[in-house]
């Protein structure tokens, strides 16, 4: 490890409201961390700049898969695991599931969220070809809705 833990704030508010106003409450100031798959690797070469970071791992409000009528809306916390054990997922959009499978091991799986996957925006993101083909659309939120 090159990165110094007692350099860094972590904090896990436990709800995504209270994540966007903490977000909102000092601009640029927090960065997210969903599985730390991209962002532990930063931290471990000694690379990750942000120094607060502010945990929505395994937050309910984003992790359901739910099955609506013409589409389904998956949470931006769901694991590549998540993403594989869904029978509609891999029914419905089985490129989806198939690129959860080739996503790294079972430990990243367990671990990587699909929206750590877009927002990392790698030209290698196994994700990210999927939901092209799909038209999938993505929903933001802030503290301002
Ligand atoms: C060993 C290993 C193998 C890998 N193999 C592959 C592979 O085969 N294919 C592939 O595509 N990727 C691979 N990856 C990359 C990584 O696993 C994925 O990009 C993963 O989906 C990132 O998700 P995360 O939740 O871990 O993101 P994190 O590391 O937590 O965050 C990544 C970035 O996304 C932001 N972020 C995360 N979630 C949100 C959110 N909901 N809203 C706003 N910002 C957010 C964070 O602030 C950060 O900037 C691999 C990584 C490792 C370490």
Do not use: H
């Not at 436990?14 to 966007?20: H, I, T, Y």
């Not at 937050?59 to 099955?67: D, K, T």
């Amino acid at each position: 490890m090159r990165s110094d833990p007692s350099e860094y704030e972590l904090v896990a508010p436990g709800s995504l409201r209270a994540v966007v106003s903490l977000l909102a409450s000092e601009p640029g100031a927090w960065l997210p961390i969903a599985g730390g798959t991209d962002l532990m690797v930063l931290y471990a070469a000694g690379k990750l700049s942000a120094r607060k970071l502010v945990s929505i791992w395994n937050l309910p409000e984003l992790r359901a898969i739910e099955v609506l009528p013409g589409e389904i809306r998956i949470g931006a916390g769901c694991t590549y695991t998540d993403l594989r054990r869904n029978d509609i997922v891999a029914r419905e959009f089985p490129l989806l599931a198939s690129a959860a499978a080739w996503t790294g091991g079972i430990a990243n799986q367990n671990r990587g969220t699909l929206g750590g996957n877009i927002i990392n925006a790698s030209p290698a993101a196994d994700s990210l070809p999927a939901l092209l083909v799909y038209g999938a659309t993505l929903v933001l939120v802030s503290a301002r809705g």
